[in-house]
């Protein structure tokens, strides 16, 4: 017999991007921020006072919530904070959609850790498939039966945003089912955040991260912005699990961080610059790319197969993302670095298609 419960038995995990060891390389594989945190996040780590370790932090986090609030424009019993997004997107499965009854709803190419919760909760699903171009078609979300819908937006990994009225038809179609934005990469958008309609509809949870335009992957630290009545649920899911999710050090951290709105700006600016330069770039070379509106690009090579690429660029000390993955398998989801980054990652692939 084995030393497992049936829940442990049925599992998927979630596997993530490589980090490697100790190795020099151009890591361009899991939509890291390239540029520090903001000096005042990082003096705020310097000045935190190793002492208060010895204490549990508070575990409604408030001096964090306040200050994710007064930045989103919402009240502190809108947000609720988590150890990343992915932690806050779990229970937020567990609060919202029901065991082994209705399906949720997700795009068929979208980010793959929303099947692994499902997995674990038992919620079924429906993937919907994106269309051809790889844009969300909102009709083919219409008059489903349902349990919820989950949107990243931009998708991940295709960078695609979908406009936020498209967002708004379905909200308002399904009134008694929570719909979660999951805008990890909304602070690269064209768009604007979802934020303000948390007020109008009570449906509505969107969920962000301090990982991507913070450059906080290592602190981490995600939250979701809703109304009381979704936060309050989902703080009852995590008191079942674990009570002080957020440390202290992260709580203090990630405050600072938000509060640096100019050092925000700045980065994401420079990144979106990076992203539109390198896009053009890897066009010229005949890379087939979506209109990316994350920290991310999603590109098909020219006369070689993604797997070939990705391993070319790795043997080059250039490490990607790839799914190998029904209809995107040669696509290869490409972090934006800094400029000199991007300018070996294109002088990589300029070199490995030469020799085609
Ligand atoms: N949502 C999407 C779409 C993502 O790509 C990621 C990053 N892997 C996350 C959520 C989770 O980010 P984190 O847990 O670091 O906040």
New binding site residues.
């Given amino acids: 017999m084995a030393l497992k419960s049936k829940l442990a038995s049925g599992l998927v995990p979630y596997v993530p991007g490589e980090q490697p060891k100790g190795e020099k390389v151009i890591k361009l594989n899991t939509?890291e921020n390239p540029y520090p945190p903001s000096p005042k996040a990082i003096a705020a780590l310097r000045d935190f006072r190793a002492d208060r370790l010895r204490l549990y932090p508070d575990p409604t986090a408030d001096s964090l919530r306040a200050a994710i609030a007064a930045v989103e424009g919402v009240k502190i019993e809108n947000v609720f904070v988590g150890n990343?997004?992915?932690e806050v997107?779990s229970f937020a499965f567990a609060a919202f959609f029901d065991g082994n009854g209705e399906p949720v709803l997700f795009p068929d190419v979208t980010?793959s850790f929303y099947k692994v919760f499902c997995s674990l909760y038992n919620i079924n699903y429906e993937e919907v498939p994106l269309l051809d171009d790889f844009t969300v078609n909102v009709a083919d979300y219409m008059n489903k039966k349902t349990c919820g819908i989950v949107l990243?937006n931009p998708n991940?990994p295709t960078a695609i945003a979908l406009e936020n009225k498209s967002i708004q038809e379905l909200i308002e179609a399904y009134p008694n089912n929570v719909l979660i934005a999951?805008e990890?990469?909304a602070d690269f958008s064209s768009q604007p955040s979802l934020t303000p309609l948390t007020e109008k509809y009570n449906n509505l949870l969107v969920v962000k991260?301090f990982?991507k335009s913070r450059s906080l992957?290592g602190g981490r630290l995600?939250y979701a912005i809703g109304d009381k009545s979704l936060i309050d649920t989902l703080r009852a899911v995590k008191d079942c699990f674990n009570s002080y999710t957020v440390n202290s050090m992260t709580a203090a951290v990630a405050k600072a961080a938000i509060e640096d709105a100019e050092y925000f700006a700045s980065c994401t600016r420079k990144i979106i610059e990076t992203r539109e330069k390198a896009r053009a770039a890897l066009s010229e070379l005949g890379f087939a790319i979506t209109k990316s509106d994350a920290n991310f690009l999603f590109a098909k090579p020219p006369k070689t197969s993604g797997r070939e690429m990705q391993a070319a660029l790795r043997a080059r000390g250039i490490i990607v993302r790839r799914f190998d993955l029904p209809r995107i398998s040669d696509y290869l989801r490409i972090t934006v670095g800094t400029d000199d980054d991007m300018n070996e990652l294109t002088a990589a692939c300029r070199q490995i298609l030469g020799g085609k």
């Fill in positions: 939509n990343g997004s992915d997107l980010y990243a991940a999951d990890a990469y991260t990982s992957a995600g």
